[in-house]
C-alpha cells in the first residue's frame, strides 16, 4: 500500500548528518551537546553512531545511591567527557577537574573500579570500599587491552603518590623528629607520611588504620585513612591518604585557635586543677558557646575523641587537632569529623623496643590533654557516661590485624578486657 500521507516513523538523521556528526565528534564535541542540537536523545544518537561502528561509552559515577557524574567514554579514540550532577567536590568522579583528559579517565578507572572491585560482566553495579558505586553498562570488551598501569606500585596493591616541593603541605619539625605531608596535585587526597623520630620510622600509620576500623565499629564519625606509600626525593615512606575534607568547602579550625579568638586560655590554673571529666566537660562547652552549637552535640564529640585515645593509647590529642569545620558554603560551624590518631599502641616512643615489659612501657602512655591513664580515663568515662549504652551492641572493641608488636597486642588484650567489664 502507497503511504500517500508519508505516515510511519522516519529516519532521524541521514546518513550525511551522520557522518558530520562523527567528525565534530571526532574533534571533540561531546554526545550531549550533539544529541540536544539534533533534537534527539543521547541513546538514539548512541544507536547511530554505533552503526557507523562507533561504541560510545556511559559511565554513571554514584555517590550515597546518588547521580553524581555521567562519564561519556570513546575508548577508541581516547576521549572523554563529563557531565557533574553533585555540588560538592569530594563527590565528583575528577573532583574540580572539569575537563579531565584520557589519563585522567585511566586513573579513575583504576582507583574507582578496577582495581578495588576487578573487571566483572558488562552491566554490572560495583561497590567500592569506601561506598561509591558505578555502572558500566554494554561495555562489550573494550576493556581489552587497555593500560591501567596508573599508579606507580612497589609490587603490591598500596597505591604509591609522588610528591615534588610545591605538593607539599607542612614539613613539621619536632623533637628530634619529623613528618611529611602533602597533597595529591588532583587536591583529592591528603596524605601523611609516617612520623620519624631519632631516625626511627614509626608505623603511626599502621595506628591509623587501626583507629578508622575503631571508629567504624563505633559508629564515630571520622576520616577514613587507607593505606598507600608516600615518595619525595629518594624517599619512599608508608602513609595513609585520607579524602581532602576542603573539597566539600570545610575549614578545620583548632580548639586552640578558637580559645585565642576568644580570649580564652587552657593553661590557667583552674582548668589544670579539674579532674579528667570536668575538662572533658568544659571543652565541650567552649566548643558549643563559640560555635552556637547544642552542647549534647560537642560533648558527644569530646567524649568520642576520649573513647577513642584510650583505645589506642593516643598521647598525641593535643588542642590544634581537634575543634570545629567552619561550612564556608553555609557560613556556619559543624562538629568535625575526627582524625589524627596514629601515636597510639606505643608508635609514639622511639624506644618501644627497648622496655622489659608491657608494664615499664605503659608509663610512657598518656591520653592528653586529660593526663591519664588510658585505662583508668576509660573506666572514669564509663562512671560518667555508661559507655555501653552511649556506644550500644559493643561487647569489646574489635581491633583490625595490622600491628603485631607485642606491647600493641597485649595493650588490645587488656583494652579489650577492661570494656567487657563494663556494664
Known amino acids: ?30 554526545v550531549s551537546s550533539l544529541a540536544k542540537e ?10 547511530h553512531l554505533r552503526e557507523d561502528g562507533y561504541t560510545p561509552v556511559r559511565i554513571e559515577y554514584c555517590v550515597d545511591g546518588e547521580l553524581s557524574t555521567v562519564i561519556e567514554a570513546d575508548f577508541r579514540r581516547e576521549r572523554i567527557h563529563i557531565i557533574n ?10 573532583g574540580f577537574d572539569e575537563t579531565p583528559d584520557w589519563d585522567d579517565f585511566l586513573q579513575f578507572l583504576e582507583h574507582e573500579c578496577l582495581r578495588k572491585a576487578g573487571a566483572a560482566e558488562n552491566g554490572v553495579r560495583f561497590l567500592s570500599e569506601n561506598g561509591k558505586c558505578f555502572l558500566l553498562p554494554d561495555v562489550e570488551g573494550e576493556f581489552d587491552g587497555i593500560s591501567l598501569q596508573v599508579h606507580a606500585t612497589d609490587g603490591t596493591d598500596v597505591p604509591v603518590f609522588h610528591f ?14 619529623y613528618q611529611l605531608k602533602g597533597l595529591t596535585p588532583d587536591r583529592r587526597y591528603f596524605v601523611k607520611a609516617q612520623a620519624i623520630m631519632a631516625g626511627i620510622k614509626l608505623r603511626d600509620w599502621a595506628v591509623e588504620i587501626i583507629a578508622a576500623g575503631l571508629c567504624r565499629q563505633f559508629a564515630i564519625p571520622y ?12 624517599e619512599m615512606l608508608d602513609a595513609v591518604y585520607s579524602p581532602n575534607f576542603e573539597l566539600d568547602g570545610y575549614t578545620f579550625i583548632s580548639f586552640e585557635s578558637l580559645l585565642e579568638r576568644n580570649r580564652r586560655v587552657t593553661k590557667d590554673d583552674a582548668f589544670i586543677r579539674m579532674d579528667a571529666v570536668s575538662k572533658l566537660k568544659w571543652c565541650a562547652g567552649q566548643l558549643a558557646e563559640i560555635a552556637g552549637l547544642e552542647y549534647d552535640r560537642t560533648e558527644k564529640y569530646m567524649l568520642d575523641l576520649a573513647v577513642l585515645d ?4 593516643n598521647v598525641d590529642r593535643h588542642t590544634r587537632n581537634f575543634g570545629l569545620f567552619y561550612d564556608n558554603d553555609k557560613g556556619r560551624y559543624e562538629v568535625p569529623l575526627v582524625f589524627d590518631s596514629g601515636m597510639g599502641l606505643f608508635e609514639h616512643d622511639h624506644f618501644r623496643d627497648r622496655y622489659k615489659d608491657f608494664d615499664e612501657a605503659m608509663r610512657n602512655v598518656y591520653v592528653s590533654p586529660y593526663g591519664e591513664d588510658p585505662f583508668e580515663m576509660l573506666q572514669l568515662l564509663d562512671q560518667e557516661f555508661h559507655l555501653k549504652n552511649v556506644y550500644p551492641g559493643i561487647e569489646a572493641p574489635d581491633y583490625r590485624d595490622v600491628l603485631t608488636t607485642p606491647f600493641a597486642l597485649e595493650y588490645e588484650k587488656r583494652m579489650r578486657e577492661t570494656w567487657q567489664k563494663f556494664d
Do not use: P
Request: net charge positive; charged share 30%; hydrophobic share 35%.
Open 38 to 47: 539534533c533534537g534527539i536523545s543521547r541513546q538514539a544518537l548512541y544507536k
Open 1 to 30: 500500500m502507497k503511504n500517500s500521507r508519508n505516515a510511519g516513523r522516519k529516519a532521524s538523521l541521514t546518513a550525511d548528518q551522520v557522518r558530520a556528526l562523527k567528525l565534530r565528534w571526532e574533534a571533540g564535541e561531546s
Open 85 to 94: 550532577y553533585a555540588a560538592q567536590l569530594s563527590k565528583r568522579a575528577f
Open 164 to 177: 615534588s616541593k610545591e605538593d607539599m603541605l607542612l614539613y613539621r619539625s619536632d623533637t628530634d623528629g
Open 223 to 234: 576520616v577514613e585513612q587507607r593505606h598507600c606509600r608516600f615518595v619525595y626525593g629518594r
Open 310 to 313: 584510650c583505645l589506642v593509647g
